[in-house]
RNA sequence: GGCCCGGUCGCCUAGUGGUCCAGGGCGCUUCCCUUUCAAGGAAGAGGUCAGGGGUUCGAAUCCCCUCCGGGCUACCA
């Protein structure tokens, strides 16, 4: 078994795309197969550089390998289709020669009045085959010196059919197929001609695509019938769609994937959301790690109706799988989000208090920074708990300043019970004192326990900022 | 316009003739837990199964029509 995957590079990695790039990847290591990635670089005016390097990072980084590409080579190099031009040259050769194919010499401005005057007339806009008459002898002669293409020659009846893995059997009636372009003016195939013989050498068993492919069937049935070579099994695949129900698009906000790592996601959590979205177990789990789906993923079980693209539901996948990290993981997973110069000491002891507070890795830092920094700016009045004063709230921060000055040692249990005493004391709520010392420490009202928050920040700093929020207090008006 | 594909709570989905007055998850609401926020626990709102006809004792599930959405209709992939 031979699956393939055959991203473009005409620009990032996309999120859409690594969704039927799973599903190869799934289906064939869930039976041994040979994965092949293969570029399909044919136009070349919408080539992006950089676009390979960002596949392939990309695929590294959510752990999806392969066998046989561009730079690990194989049985069927080159893996990049503009490098395998005289194969595709000699095929359509191959095609004119049986009669399958001719070539046309219609200038581009001819085929777009043509275009304009079907679609004046409300026909179906299609070429007119023009020069599918021309006799193959004086044709052949022109081609030496004239501008050309190679056109398929599609058949005027007859029907033509599939029966998709997910969609089931598909029918078309020949006459609607058009005499399309296979070989262009510029020696390069189209995605039609390359992608067969490409599949057909490569020995590729099973073609799984996205499902904007299914309107192209009938061209690849007439090209696979032309040579004489078997068709293999097809899988369509849904579509990722935009929440407007259209192909999902940089309008819809990020879709490359480093955008994705760049922002804090796992990628254990865009493989879990990402696999979810046209497939189903069936049962009710839903997280799945890779390995959890290559065991129970079936191509039986992918929808043949398009998903819509859920912000919401990745962001509960990354908190839940930002939760299954261990500390240390943790820890080096956040790495690249914090600075050079933070305290990895520090940041791996509050690692833990922030873990289940994360949507994503990029969450962290704010959080913390009050570990890593004294300029924590914030307003006085912040302080002052609702149904409180600045008097008493000062007050209150002096005795709590007082209270922890003795504590040994300075850690999370030994300073709860303490406060808790103290707000007893004090009358006041856990709520309205913790609150205030909070402020006082990190300049936020939300953020990881406050006890441990303490502990880390240490007794000295702790409570020089407790002081500075006494003063602070001494400068509001009451 | 033509050809194809699709249509179950806002979203991802289970469901393949009866056990479905449709189940789970995300999101939302409420409550519990609680030092904030989360996480966790509990409860709840939310679906004329696109609509209409059939078939059948019985339909989300089968058939037909309609409507809506999408893809393709390029010397793009």
Redesign the pocket.
């Known amino acids: 078994m031979r699956v393939r995957f055959?991203?473009?590079p005409?620009g990032a990695l996309h999120i859409g795309s690594v969704r039927t790039i799973l599903y190869n990847y799934l289906f064939a290591r869930q039976r041994d197969g040979t994965l092949i990635l293969r570029v399909?670089?044919?136009?070349q005016?919408?080539l992006v550089a950089g676009a390979i390097d960002s596949i392939y990072d990309g695929l590294h980084w959510l752990g999806i390998g392969w066998h046989e590409g561009p730079q690990e080579g194989g049985p069927h190099a080159p893996y990049v289709q503009s490098e395998r031009l005289p194969l595709y040259q000699k095929h359509a050769q191959e095609l004119i020669e049986k009669g399958a194919a001719y070539y046309?010499?219609?200038?581009?401005e001819r085929?777009a009045a043509v275009?304009a005057e079907q679609e004046a007339r409300?026909?179906?806009?299609?070429?007119d085959r023009h020069c599918r008459n021309i006799p193959p002898a004086e044709a052949a002669e022109r081609a030496k010196t004239e501008?050309?293409?190679i056109r398929l020659k599609a058949p005027d009846e007859g029907t033509l059919a599939i029966d998709d893995l997910?969609?089931?059997?598909?029918?078309?009636?020949a006459d609607?197929i058009?005499d399309?372009?296979l070989l262009?003016?510029?020696g390069?195939?189209?995605?039609?001609l390359?992608?067969v013989i490409d599949d057909h050498v490569m020995e590729i068993s099973h073609i799984m695509r996205g499902?904007?492919?299914?309107?192209?069937v009938?061209k690849h049935l007439l090209i696979y019938g032309a040579f004489g070579w078997d068709v293999p099994p097809m899988a369509?695949v849904?579509?990722v769609?935009g929440?407007?129900?259209?192909?999902l698009s940089k309008r819809h906000g990020s879709t490359a994937v480093s955008q994705f790592r760049e922002d804090g996601y796992l990628p254990e959590a865009l493989i879990n959301y990402l696999a979810?979205?046209?497939?189903?177990?069936?049962?009710?789990d839903?997280v799945f790690s890779m390995d959890d789906l290559i065991r129970v993923w079936k191509i039986?079980?992918v929808?043949?109706?398009?998903?819509?693209?859920?912000k919401?539901?990745l962001?509960?996948f990354n908190?839940?799988w930002i939760?299954k990290l261990s500390v240390d993981e943790l820890v080096r997973r956040l790495e690249p989000f914090v600075p050079a110069e933070w305290d990895r000491a520090i940041l791996t002891r509050i690692a833990p208090?922030i873990q289940?507070?994360?949507?994503t890795l990029k969450d962290a830092k704010d959080q913390i920074r009050f570990l890593f920094t004294d300029d924590i700016g914030y307003e006085a009045k912040l302080l002052i708990p609702k149904k409180s004063d600045r008097v008493s709230t000062a007050e209150a921060l002096a005795r709590a300043r007082a209270v922890l000055s003795e504590l040994e040692p300075f850690t999370?249990a030994v300073i709860?019970p303490a406060l808790?005493g103290l707000a007893e004391q004090l009358g006041w709520?856990?709520?309205d004192l913790?609150?205030a010392i909070?402020i006082a420490i990190t300049g936020r009202?939300?953020?990881?326990?406050?006890?441990?928050s303490l502990e880390v920040l240490g007794k000295e700093k702790s409570l020089k900022r407790i002081g500075m929020a006494q003063e602070l207090l001494a400068g509001v008006r009451a």
């Open positions: 055959a991203p473009s005409t399909e670089d044919t136009d005016d919408r046309c010499f219609c200038s581009k085929l275009r409300k026909e179906p806009t299609r070429y501008p050309h293409v997910v969609h089931g059997h598909i029918e078309w009636q609607t058009e399309q372009v262009k003016s510029d390069f195939p189209t995605y039609h390359a992608v499902d904007e492919w299914v309107a192209s009938p369509h849904p579509s769609l929440p407007d129900g259209k192909k979810l979205v046209g497939w189903s177990p069936g049962t009710e839903e039986e079980q929808q043949s109706a398009g998903g819509k693209w859920d919401e539901r962001d509960f908190g839940v939760r208090h289940e507070r994360m949507k999370g709860q808790e709520s856990r709520r913790n609150g909070r009202d939300v953020g990881p326990p406050l006890y441990e």
